[in-house]
């Protein structure tokens, strides 16, 4: 049976809406204390006029706070779905007057990518954006790579009534520690100490490359939020291309890989649990796809005449498996090379990486090894109740943090997640072919749309048809969301607008 | 005896769980980019 939602139901909502709002609006004071200190008045402008915008809307959208009624699971689930929604909406704001995108279209389409941690970016002239807007859609992949809810939830910007429903409506269904904030806590902490480290080492490497002291710094910091939180924008137009050092792809592999974990899993081996790391299902489902699609994609490249010498294998080929598996989207090749040069058999191999994605509760999107790990459970105790005695009670373990029997609940949720990524994934890949690119092209772009991974064959730049553009900013968005929040939106907004008039008092 | 909070226990640790995990990924990437130079000098 459906409930309908009422109109304080309508309020309760606005107004964690507008608390998000206004919580990104206060983000925006990163970029413009950067603009600031560097100079670039016209960039602190930009980021008044975005502080102003989404103030004004969080506000009036707060001042609905309804007298009574409390946040039930319900409203995390639709709060979640528009939280990121209302984010990018707000966060684009800055980016449109930048004069670097053409549109706000394209603005937004590159906020959603950014909070997203898609990496697929719109820009024009990257190479000589300002700083600040730099700063702010990186910072945007750092605040998406946490969680829009979890990142308000530890700035405790108003969100501690319902806390632990909306956790778990982004998407984050095991809390690390008893008490939900700690955990949102506790998820920034780790994600500072690897930024801190990544940073460092990457400031090493840039300065030994010769960039200027303020360059290897920022570029250093950019870069680390943009791979451990598998994000994939960069400051260059030739994304991680533009480095073209060993060193500085050994280090964001690394890091890639980091991101791509569990935090359950970083909780626990930062507790003392370090044979965690080969025990968990995840991590071993992970490492075996990662090994087998490297092995594919090695054997593609080097049967092909373009890149066949084991450094270019290693180069090419073993980066972009982990930067496709991880979701992070760092690309050394430029887009049209894909198909062009890699060859068809190297490509798909990374549409899989990008189609699977990393663990559950980490910065990645795409199935999740988690999700591919409970399938291939079910699988083999279909297999052994099948070869068991029709009396026989077939039970199967699996470890992830601790040992856990598989139940038909576990196996129905993750065919259920699984199968939506394969229809969007297909879907949007048709309606790329619709528009005239190579059907690999187009499921490429679709897989990386809604995986949130961020590398792109060529399809993805400012002068794309519109249509794709919303296609791929819904994809990135309901991607991210895991769909069901997005469904739970959809249903609600449809009962909410087709119930009897008076049902729904006014606002 | 008293018990070890959870909170307490993360952060006592957190050093050398940050390591191994460093060394864990570091070790990966090395495995992998064997198995890619291996299998180009076989192909």
């Not at chain 1, 607008?497 to 729904?504: E, V, Y």
Request: proline share 3%; hydrophobic share 55%.
């Amino acid at each position: 049976m459906w409930i309908r939602p009422t109109s304080d139901d309508v309020r309760q909502v606005a107004y964690y809406t507008g608390v998000l709002a206004a919580g990104v609006a206060l983000c925006m004071s990163v970029p413009l204390a950067t603009a600031i200190a560097l100079g670039e008045w016209a960039a602190a402008m930009d980021y008044v006029l975005g502080m102003g915008t989404g103030l004004a809307a969080g506000g009036a959208l707060m001042s609905l706070r309804p007298a009574r009624g409390s946040l039930d699971h319900r409203h995390a689930m639709v709060i979640s779905a528009l939280g990121w929604l209302t984010a990018a909406v707000i966060g684009a704001v800055p980016l449109a007057f930048s004069g670097n995108y053409l549109s706000y279209l394209d603005a937004l389409f590159d906020s959603m990518s950014g909070f997203t941690t898609s990496g697929l970016t719109v820009v024009v002239d990257l190479d000589h954006m300002a700083h600040a807007h730099n700063m702010w859609r990186h910072l945007t992949h750092l605040l998406g790579g946490q969680g829009i809810i979890v990142a308000a939830l530890s700035m405790a910007v108003g969100l501690r009534g319902g806390a632990f429903s909306l956790y778990v409506a982004e998407g984050r269904d095991e809390k690390i520690l008893p008490n939900v904030m700690h955990t949102a806590r506790f998820i920034w902490l780790v994600t500072a100490v690897f930024v801190a480290v990544g940073t460092l080492a990457l400031l090493l490497v840039n300065a030994y490359s010769g960039m200027t002291p303020l360059r290897s710094v920022l570029h250093a910091f950019w870069i680390t939020i943009a791979v451990y939180d598998t994000g994939g924008f960069a400051p260059q137009a030739l994304n991680a291309l533009y480095y073209h050092s060993w060193a500085f792809e050994a280090v964001t592999m690394v890091l890639m890989i980091a991101g791509g974990l569990n935090f359950n899993l970083h909780a626990a081996v930062w507790g003392g649990d370090r044979r965690e790391l080969a025990r968990n299902i995840e991590t071993r489902i992970l490492a075996a796809n990662i090994l087998i699609l490297t092995v594919v994609t090695a054997v593609a490249l080097a049967a092909s005449a373009a890149y066949g010498t084991p450094s270019e294998v290693v180069r090419k080929g073993v980066y972009h498996v982990v930067s496709a598996h991880t979701g992070t989207g760092h690309q050394t090749l430029h887009p049209a090379a894909w198909e062009g040069i890699l060859g068809a058999g190297a490509t798909f191999a990374i549409v899989l990486a990008m189609a699977f994605g990393a663990s559950v509760s980490s910065t990645a999107g795409g199935i999740k090894a988690m999700r591919v790990a409970v399938i291939l459970k079910s699988v083999y105790k279909q297999v052994k109740q099948s070869l068991s005695p029709s009396s026989a009670v077939v039970r199967v373990h699996y470890h992830h943090l601790r040992d856990r029997e598989l139940t038909s609940r576990m196996s129905t949720a993750a065919l259920t997640v699984t199968i939506l990524y394969v229809l969007a994934y297909v879907t949007g890949g048709l309606i790329g072919a619709a528009y005239g690119y190579s059907p690999l092209t187009a499921l490429f772009e679709s897989v990386s749309a809604t995986a949130n991974v961020g590398l792109s064959a060529g399809i993805t730049s400012a002068s794309m048809p519109t249509g794709l553009k919303v296609l791929y900013i819904v994809q990135m968005w309901t991607g991210r969301l895991e769909f069901i929040a997005f469904f739970v939106l959809v249903a609600g907004v449809f009962v909410y607008l087709t119930s009897p008039m008076n049902d729904r008092r006014p606002l | 005896m008293k018990l070890e909070s959870p909170l307490r226990r993360l952060y006592a640790h957190w050093p050398s769980g940050l390591f191994a995990e460093l060394c864990a990924a570091t070790l990966f990437v090395l495995l992998l980019m064997g198995v890619g130079a291996l299998i180009a000098v076989l192909v």
